[in-house]
């Protein structure tokens, strides 16, 4: 199965430029997750050490130089952010920066936790943003991808952010046809409303054929990468990695999507990574075709 | 299309100045506005652009504008009508707000001239000005992006900074996301967000807002005008635009396009 372009492609492969550093990522819980979606672009599980927790102090030092670069929004994801014990403080420093978005499955937010969280956003300047990823109006369609129980524990979290006067953004894959888009997302708010959460805010991501997907559908083939002729003209504020970065216990990588691959880690600080990238990879070809972002 | 930055050296630029946001075709509203303006004395009005959309009579903003000898820059909306764009590149996701900023956007094209589309696109995108050795920058939604959302809880002071450094400028009026807020930031750069004229600001207040910059002074003020918006509302009706359009006149409460508001934004909303 082809994973990746054969290095004959990269030489090739237009380059994206660092427009403004504008978001920076964290891999606050490294690859590790008490789940292992099947669809998970990065392999993530119980048991994936390829990057790992990071420190308050780790992440803090961090923090001192985005905001000195200047950075508008923080993101903090996994793995299953909340399975770093310092989470609390971390997002307490990000959020005397700058807003924040925190990306989790739930299912280990109970209400003592969700109170905890409302009380950091209520005393915060910036706003604080929580997603959650769901990806099955039912438990028969979400728990087959994101495993057994999943659904329920999930919903549950959902729950008690929404009691605690949160606005949880449900982050779901598309892991249907784009012609029964619009009907699903419809469903997803409708999913929402029946929950007693009035104000539904839903995001679709597309499927990057990477990581665990490549053995749940097929990787990328090896004609789904990006020439030249594709970005002629092209608005490059359109694709995320002209304005982000993330960060990893391993460094700092060019994207969310590429933290497996050791071509996408550009630096050790944000300074060092302040220049163009090859999109050389056939996920790349997944953000041109769907102008998708993983930002909120 | 170029459109260069407008520079203007007068004296009127050290009496109170008037930064009037998107008006959104809502005629009533922009006039009860230029009229307050006028009465507390202001030396010169600005318009932010985005003066089509949501409201019921597009057609008559830039007369209104002319006859109060508003100097205006372009906003996206503006600059989509100029370019025949198919949509007012606020691009929205939910299929409800989507269905909303079509129905606006194509509403608003119709009434559109030619000859107005064609003002549209010799709008400046930005406006400068030095007024007591502070250099003022006029923009519709960022210094560097015509369509960038400046959200009071979504924007850092880091990044604000950094904008203001970059825009080579240390006051800052912007408007494209309805919501007025100012803030001072520890470098002595200052942003002010003048909200909109045509759409309440989502606090269950019917009445218009505009910022008002006194003289001597940087610290901007945000006023309120009261004007006959159940008129305007009827006027949405009449012209079968989407209901909740008129509640949002109605209500002062955002009915449609919620989702792009951040979390602290949305919350404040009854919506
Ligand atoms: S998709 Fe999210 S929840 Fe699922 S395994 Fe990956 S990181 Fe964990
Ligand atoms: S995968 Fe997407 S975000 Fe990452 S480098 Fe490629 S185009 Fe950019």
């Known amino acids: ?255 969310p999507i590429l933290i497996d691959h050791p071509a996408a880690r550009m630096g050790s600080t944000l300074a060092e990574t302040l220049r163009a990238f090859p999109l050389a990879h056939g996920a790349c070809h997944t953000c041109w075709a769907t102008g998708a972002s993983c930002r909120n | 299309m170029t459109n260069p930055d407008l520079v203007l050296d007068d004296p009127a630029l050290e009496g109170p100045l008037a930064f009037v946001g998107g008006p959104y075709g809502n005629d009533r509203a922009l006039r009860a506005v230029l009229d307050d303006a006028m009465r507390r004395g202001a030396a010169r009005i600005f318009c932010l652009g985005d003066l089509g959309g949501f409201g019921p009579h597009p057609e008559r903003i830039l007369p209104l504008l002319d006859e109060f000898e508003v100097t205006v820059l372009a906003g996206n909306y503006d600059l989509a009508l100029a370019e025949r764009r198919g949509d007012c590149g606020c691009g929205y996701t939910h299929p409800d707000d989507n269905r909303f900023a079509r129905v606006a956007y194509a509403y608003t094209s119709r009434r559109t001239s030619d000859a107005d589309r064609a003002r549209f696109g010799t709008l400046p995108r930005h406006i400068r000005f030095t007024r007591e050795g502070v250099r003022y920058l006029l923009c519709h939604g960022s210094p560097r992006r015509v369509n960038e959302f400046l959200w009071d809880s979504a924007s850092s002071d880091a990044f604000l900074e950094r904008a203001a450094r970059d825009a080579g400028a240390d006051q800052i009026f912007c408007s494209h996301t309805g919501l007025h807020w100012q803030r001072a930031l520890p470098s002595g750069a200052r942003f002010v967000n003048a909200g909109a004229a045509g759409r309440p600001a989502n606090d269950g207040r019917p009445d218009a807002w505009y910022a008002w910059l006194p003289a001597d002074s940087r610290d901007a003020e945000f006023l309120a005008v009261p004007y006959d918006h159940d008129a305007v509302a009827e006027e949405i009706e009449r012209e079968g635009l989407p209901p909740e359009f008129a509640r949002t006149i109605r209500t002062g409460w955002w009915t449609t396009c919620l989702e792009i508001l951040p979390a602290k934004e949305r919350l404040r909303g009854r919506h």
Request: proline residues 5%; glycine residues 8%; aromatic residues 8%.
């Open chain 1, 1 to 255: 199965m082809e994973r990746s372009p054969v290095p004959v492609l990269a030489l090739r492969a237009p380059k994206v430029p660092l427009l403004s550093l504008d978001t920076v990522w964290f891999q606050v819980a490294g690859t590790l997750c008490n789940l292992a979606c099947r669809h998970c672009f990065i392999s993530c599980g119980p048991g994936n050490r390829s990057h790992e927790m990071m420190s308050r102090a780790e992440v803090g030092r961090y923090l001192v130089e985005a905001a000195d670069l200047g950075v508008k929004d923080l993101y903090f994801t996994g793995g299953e952010p909340f399975l770093n014990r310092e989470l609390p403080g971390i997002l307490e420093d990000a959020l005397r920066i700058a807003p924040v978005t925190v990306l989790t499955n739930a299912t280990l937010i109970d209400d003592r936790r969700a109170e905890e969280l409302a009380t950091l956003s209520r005393g915060a300047r910036y706003s604080f943003e929580v997603r959650v990823s769901l990806d099955g109006l039912t438990p028969d369609t979400n728990d087959p991808i994101r495993g057994e129980g999943s659904f329920r524990t999930t919903i549950r979290g959902v729950e008690a952010l929404h009691r605690a006067g949160f606005l949880p953004i449900l982050t779901v894959a598309q892991t249907w046809s784009d012609e029964e888009d619009a009907a699903l997302r419809e469903r997803f708010h409708a999913l929402l409303l029946e929950l007693g959460i009035t104000r539904p805010r839903v995001k679709v991501l597309p499927l990057f054929r990477v990581g665990r997907e490549t053995e749940r559908t097929r990787g990328y083939a090896p004609d789904e990468v990006l020439t030249e002729e594709h970005v002629l003209g092209y608005d490059f504020w359109n694709l995320q990695c002209s304005t982000s970065r993330m960060v990893t216990s391993r460094g700092v990588f060019v994207c």
